[in-house]
């Protein structure tokens, strides 16, 4: 998720992997792949630098060690169900 701020100044967060396109006309309208449109305050150019910096943190925690605090380290399963 990455947060973005309306034009009206309230914030909430977007799901990036959702995310269709993003438009500069002259506003910033993200559309998501289901067909909802948000107008946003932050230019184009911040948006995917913030989609950048979540799919980098999620690459981060997955390669952590499994022993490390707060790790949240991907689990594979085996074929059979068990870790």
């Given at each position: 998720m990455i947060r973005v701020t309306r034009l009206q100044g309230a914030?909430?967060?977007?799901?990036a992997?959702?995310?269709e396109r993003i438009e500069?006309?002259?506003d910033t309208v993200i559309t998501l792949v289901g067909?909802?449109?948000y107008v946003v305050a932050e230019p184009v150019?911040?948006?995917?630098?913030r989609?950048?910096?979540?799919?980098a943190s999620?690459?981060?925690?997955?390669?952590r060690p499994a022993?490390?605090?707060?790790?949240?380290?991907?689990h594979l399963m085996d074929d059979d169900g068990g870790g």
């Open positions: 914030t909430m967060a977007i799901n992997e959702l995310i500069s006309t002259p067909g909802a449109h150019e911040e948006l995917l630098e989609i950048v910096e979540y799919r999620i690459i981060r925690r997955a390669n022993d490390e605090p707060n790790s949240s380290k991907l």
